[in-house]
């Protein structure tokens, strides 16, 4: 199978396309043939190894000391099941799915395996492969920072870096929580915030919401405090939450994965592609989306 390496941490030239063996599902695991990814801020993080000298430590600890254990990057992935292990009961040959793998990683290949109980569900039914995989990493990350933060409706929510890939889905869901959602995000990207259902809209080139006398009930900084450390509980109001998508480790759920898909169907969730690339183009990827002004996600078609 073609497969994109990750031969040490670096650039994106350190990726490259190779012939590995393909896959075989264990006891547990179903065998996914993938045709579409996408290259999330994760991704390239990882990649680069783009983090504090003191979490540069763990993370090699973690990942592999002068390149990833497991050299095949990727988080996200949608297709169709090939083939199951033994005990698979959830799914069967012919399952449209999409999914997360976490530090599993894997998902820039043609095939994965992943155990059923993983972070995977059945795709949207209206939605293309390449379109289900802008969904499973900005939703899930949003999904789980607005419940964290209590979410609830009626409520004045802002989201900073609103046209992002976790942005995009935050907007979003809150709107579908019953939230009222104020946009932060750059000039080029304000009418997009709006269709997503964000009632206002703020390029932050131009105003610091920070100095305005408006106040949230919750303020959500969705590109984190490597970017934007942001003082801004002064705009909160009394009780009110600040929260990043920095301030935890998050659990991801296939439950979650459910959620979302229900909120796709029901035309409340959709997918924001900002540029499509081949597998063979990955590191033409991985440059774009180092440069930080992404809209939405950045998908990888893996096989047609």
């Known amino acids: 199978m073609r497969a994109v390496v990750c031969t ?3 650039p994106p030239e350190v990726l490259q396309l190779r012939d590995l063996p393909k896959p075989i599902p264990k006891s547990g695991e179903v065998c996914i043939k993938i045709f579409a990814s996408a ?9 680069a190894l ?5 979490l540069k430590l763990v ?30 009961t959830m799914f069967k040959p012919g399952s449209q799915v999409y999914g997360f793998t976490a530090f599993r990683f894997g998902a820039y290949a043609e095939y994965e395996c992943l155990g059923e109980k993983a972070v995977l569900s059945l795709k949207p039914s209206n939605l293309t492969y390449e379109e289900a995989a802008a969904i499973p990493y900005g939703g899930l990350l949003a999904l789980y920072f607005l419940k964290k933060a209590s979410i609830e409706s009626r409520q004045r929510v802002l989201v900073y870096g609103a046209s992002g890939a976790i942005g995009t889905s935050a907007v979003q869901l809150a709107k579908h929580f019953g939230a009222d959602v104020t946009g932060v995000c750059s000039t080029a990207n304000l009418e997009l915030v709006k269709s997503l259902g964000a009632g206002t809209v703020i390029d932050y080139t131009e105003e610091d ?11 959500f900084n969705a590109v984190g405090t490597r970017k934007a450390r942001l003082q801004a509980e002064g705009s909160l109001t009394p009780g009110g939450t600040h929260i990043t998508v920095d301030d935890s ?12 898909t229900k909120l796709v169907e029901a035309g409340s969730l959709r997918p924001v592609i900002d540029r499509r690339y081949p597998l063979e183009q990955i590191v033409d990827a991985h440059r774009y989306v180092d440069k930080g002004h992404k809209k939405g996600n950045v998908v990888i078609s893996v096989a047609t």
Request: hydrophobic fraction near 40%.
């Open 8 to 10: 040490r941490y670096g």
């Open 39 to 47: 290259v999330t801020a994760s991704d390239c993080i990882v990649r």
């Open 50 to 54: 783009n983090v504090s000298p003191r």
């Open 59 to 88: 993370l090699r600890a973690v990942l592999g000391f002068t390149k990833p254990r497991n050299p095949i990057l990727g988080l996200v992935l949608a297709g169709e099941v090939e083939s199951v292990g033994h005990d698979v």
């Open 209 to 219: 919401f920070t100095k305005s006398e408006a106040r949230y009930d919750l303020i």
């Open 249 to 260: 480790t998050p659990r991801m759920s296939a439950e979650g994965l459910v959620f979302l």
